[in-house]
C-alpha cells in the first residue's frame, strides 16, 4: 500500500513563496510513477489539478499557476515537490498530492492579502 505524507504547508503572505513537498512510501517509487500530480481544493469549491508531471519528466499547468508552480521530484528520496511562487490569495487551499491513483491527506496552504 502506498503511503502519501504532504508536508510544507502554512500560511504566507500574498507576493510568498511555499514549497510543498510529497514523501511516498509503501511499494510505489516515485522514479517509476507513472501518474504524478498534485491538486488542491478550497473551500466551497471543487478539487483542480494544478500541476502535472509524466514519467518523461514533461510537465503541465493550468493557466491559473503557469509560471509561478513548478512541479519536480527526487527519485532518490522518492519525493515529489510543488514550488509555490508569487502565491495569491486565491491560492488559498488544502493541497494534495496524487501518485498512482493514490492521495496524500493534504496540507493546508494560506495566503493572506
Known amino acids: 500500500q502506498v503511503q502519501l505524507v504532504e508536508s510544507g504547508g502554512g500560511l504566507v503572505q500574498a507576493g510568498g513563496s511555499l514549497t510543498l513537498a510529497c514523501a511516498a512510501s509503501?511499494?510505489?517509487?516515485?522514479?517509476?510513477?507513472?501518474?504524478m500530480r498534485w491538486f488542491r481544493q478550497a473551500p466551497g469549491k471543487e478539487r483542480e489539478w494544478v500541476a502535472q508531471?509524466?514519467?518523461?519528466?514533461?510537465?503541465y499547468y493550468p493557466d491559473s499557476v503557469k509560471g509561478r508552480f513548478t512541479i519536480s521530484r527526487d527519485n532518490a528520496n522518492n519525493r515529489l515537490f510543488l514550488q509555490m511562487n508569487s502565491l495569491q490569495p486565491e491560492d488559498t487551499a488544502v493541497y494534495y498530492c496524487?501518485?498512482?491513483?493514490?492521495w496524500g491527506l493534504g496540507n493546508q496552504v494560506t495566503v493572506s492579502p
Open positions: 509503501g511499494r510505489t517509487s516515485i522514479a517509476s510513477a507513472y501518474a
Open positions: 496524487y501518485v498512482d491513483a493514490e
Open positions: 508531471m509524466l514519467p518523461s519528466g514533461s510537465t
